[in-house]
């Protein structure tokens, strides 16, 4: 198909899963209409009310309507105003009313009456659970110290525990976005420019001429802006370079499909950094004005030739010239995508770095196609006291280790809840909001020993995960559809503020975080804290902060804000960065100084056993992680995963396609049975599948043991040294078929 036509053919496709998602998800799938009768016939005697959202399903929480028709849920579409979702959701958005309406929810709180894991509760009231919580807690300050009770937390309502733990005395609050996946990439940029990438990134894609993804799985971690800005580019003739072992939906857009080895990445970059550099190709002006140490980094990768790096990547040295090349003719606007999962082998920083030093030589950071800056709502923050101060951190637990880690690591609190002879207090409480430990963190064993050392440990959720088998009191918090949750503030172009406004009475016995943290703040003396009479007071408050109210939300849904600042900067201004020399370091003095390279350099890593092949995992454009797979509306769509083999593999194994396997790592861990997907789109040392399936909690129906969960699989973790990522690509498999 000549090119032209594969790139229209994408926009056909993209535009379908996108805007057409509704349709198969749709309450109406199936039905209809009367012969003679058109919709809107159909709809003028129905009672429609429409109320303002922002998304929960991902972290890219695209503002939206939630309709409701004749008192019933009816579909979500995008706001036209929201630059996060331009009036498009993607599938995963316009499946969020499954959340609402799933069966399995949530409906009470609990408190456990036997053994941890046994899943014995009764029914509590509000009261009972609060009033648990409150007695355990205040029993753990006493004996060790508030700072002992740590937070685990993944999506909006756990900003409201971050205050009622800050408040009580503890700053030990973990996400574990940050060390199972894109805390690498924010402190290789801090190191390299001085500011992270943030969340959503702040990628130009937009007006990109050419995007080179290392790892990077557009269209499959459906980023909602993100995709439609790639779509437009590709529409728009830009260039596209895709190094994946597996030819994933981008490759299949791509002008160049690198399928490299899989842990070799950092040797493919430095190669790239030497051909660009040798061959004069890099923004000569912008390297010269902004940057420190380009004759270090040119002496360093000196004898990383393509040569050199072909028998380690198995990518021919004049494709690796060709993209050098066609990165180079597209300055400044070629752009390296950062990632997002990036922790992948323990050296991730180091590799994603040597991915920030080519944006630099390439001249993308701070210009039009590259790196642009965010602009950011500022709100007034409602009045409450100054935290106490927090006498020890997670960091106390690992004295000299991970040194530039920037935020609390969920492993290494983890770890610390295990108890030592080295350690006067190891963890002793935990919370957990929103995310599923067990599924969320590697060597999942590691986190039961720690549950089983706790004193107390809290999770609130909307459905029952693995995690809340192992709770002693669960919340069940009403789902976003239900609640109104703090204003939308979310780095874009332009700034913005968005409202979640309750389109739902919640059902059952459930209620928002904000409700709980406030009513537990009354048990510990901490009312100061949460001082509002109502959340509409508090909304209202941090709206007027910058022109607009409540009311006007309700109406509006999202409202953009006056800015003045340019979002390209690095025009031949002069500019200060963040960074010990006030330049973009090629050199990293801050490395330097605490002993690790400056420059990125090449480890080989560990390969796999005869007859063992790589695990890699991903994400699908349906789901976000194990958090949708028992949604009615997205399982629809997928409701198990698969494991991707080579035809090669196959034939050696005797697999065919959609054959039942068992995979068992080097350690003798074994999956749930998983079917075979045999295809010509994965290298032949690598197998692939998608994270977040294979739940065994027998209470989310729909899911369970459905597919096979990666994450018992990953019984070797290789850390980060600079700031403690965990790396969980360096798991091998073999096949079994007899226990099938």
Not at 148 to 174: E, P, R, V
Not at 218 to 229: A, D, F, L, T
Not at 549 to 562: N, Y
Not at 707 to 736: C, E, H, W, Y
Request: hydrophobic content about 35%.
């Amino acid at each position: 198909m000549p090119e032209n036509m594969r790139r229209r053919e994408f926009i056909k496709i993209l535009g379908a899963g996108m805007g057409g998602a509704l349709v198969g998800t749709s309450f109406l799938k199936g039905f209809t209409p009367p012969e003679g009768l058109n919709a809107s016939e159909l709809l003028k005697n129905s009672t429609i009310k429409k109320t303002a959202t922002y998304c929960e399903i991902c972290f890219w929480k695209c503002a939206g309507w939630v309709y409701e028709k004749d008192g019933q849920p009816w579909k979500i579409v995008g706001n036209p105003d929201d630059p996060s979702s331009n009036g498009r959701f993607c599938p995963r958005g316009t499946g969020g009313l499954g959340a609402y309406t799933d069966p399995d929810r949530l409906k009470t709180p609990l408190i456990r009456t036997e053994e941890r894991g046994k899943q014995v509760f009764r029914e509590a009231t509000w009261d009972e659970a609060f009033d648990y919580i409150a007695d355990k807690m205040k029993m753990i300050s006493e004996k060790w110290g508030p700072e002992c009770i740590a937070l685990f937390t993944h999506g909006s309502g756990g900003d409201y525990f971050k205050n009622l733990l800050k408040a009580y005395g503890s700053n030990n609050i973990a996400a574990p976005s940050y060390a199972q996946c894109r805390g690498p990439r924010e402190e290789a940029y801090v190191l390299t420019f001085g500011e992270g990438v943030d969340s959503p990134e702040r990628t130009d894609l937009l007006n990109s001429k050419c995007i080179v993804l290392i790892g990077s799985h557009i269209g499959e971690n459906m980023h909602n802006g993100q995709v439609q800005e790639f779509s437009e580019a590709v529409a728009n003739g830009a260039s596209v370079i895709t190094v994946d072992p597996r030819f994933s939906t981008a490759a299949s857009k791509s002008k160049y499909w690198l399928p490299i080895k899989p842990a070799t990445d950092t040797a493919l970059l430095l190669a790239w950094i030497h051909v660009i550099i040798e061959e004069e190709l890099y923004d000569k002006e912008y390297v010269e004005k902004y940057t420190y140490g380009f004759d270090l980094l040119k002496e360093s990768v000196s004898q990383n030739t393509p040569e050199w790096a072909y028998p380690i990547t198995t990518i021919k040295p004049h494709i690796i010239r060709e993209t050098a090349r066609e990165m180079g003719k597209h300055v400044p606007a070629t752009i390296i995508h950062p990632g997002r999962h990036v922790t992948w082998y323990g050296d991730d920083t180091q590799r994603v770095r040597a991915g920030a030093i080519l944006n630099a030589l390439l001249g993308s950071w701070g210009r039009r196609g590259g790196f642009f800056v965010p602009a950011k709502a500022h709100l007034a923050k409602y009045p409450m006291p100054k935290f106490p101060d927090s006498h020890k951190d997670w960091r106390q637990a690992y004295p000299g280790k991970y040194p530039l880690a920037s935020l609390a690591l969920a492993s290494g609190i983890c770890d610390a809840t295990i108890p030592t002879p080295e350690r006067d207090c190891s963890f002793k409480g935990w919370f957990v909001y929103g995310t599923n430990l067990i599924q969320t963190l590697p060597q999942p064993e590691k986190t039961i020993e720690a549950i089983q050392a706790l004193e107390l440990l809290v999770v609130i959720d909307i459905l029952p995960s693995e995690i809340t088998g192992w709770a002693d009191v669960i919340l069940p918090e009403c789902t976003y559809l239900e609640r109104y949750d703090d204003v939308r503030v979310s780095p874009a172009r332009i700034p913005t503020v968005a409202l979640r406004a309750p389109a739902f009475e919640p059902q059952f016995n459930t209620k928002p975080a904000s409700w709980m943290a406030k009513e537990l703040s009354k048990r510990l003396g901490l009312e100061q804290y949460f001082a509002w009479e109502t959340f509409e007071e508090y909304l209202d408050y941090q709206f007027k902060s910058v022109g607009t109210s409540l009311e006007e939300m309700k109406q509006i849904g999202v409202k953009k804000l006056e800015s003045d600042h340019p979002i390209y900067f690095l025009n031949g201004e002069d500019y200060e960065f963040s960074t010990p020399t006030g330049k973009i370091e090629l050199y990293s003095t801050t490395l330097a100084e605490h002993g690790f390279d400056p420059v990125p350099k090449y480890t080989a890593h560990p390969e796999p056993p005869e007859g063992f092949y790589r695990l890699l995992y991903g994400r699908a454009p349906m789901h976000t992680f194990g958090r949708t797979t028992n949604n009615p509306l997205l399982a629809d769509l997928m409701d198990e995963n698969e494991v991707w083999v080579n035809p090669k593999v196959a034939n050696k194994w005797g697999l065919h396609h959609q054959q039942y396997v068992i995979l068992e790592n080097q350690d003798g861990k074994r999956s749930n049975k998983i079917r075979v997907k045999v295809t010509e789109r994965i290298r032949h040392d690598a197998v692939y599948m998608v994270h977040g399936f294979g739940h065994t909690q027998s209470k989310m129906r729909r899911s369970y043991m459905k597919g096979a969960d990666d994450t018992q699989l990953i019984s070797r973790v290789d850390l980060d040294p600079i700031m403690g990522g965990t790396g969980m690509r360096g798991n091998f498999v073999t096949f079994k078929t007899e226990a099938v």
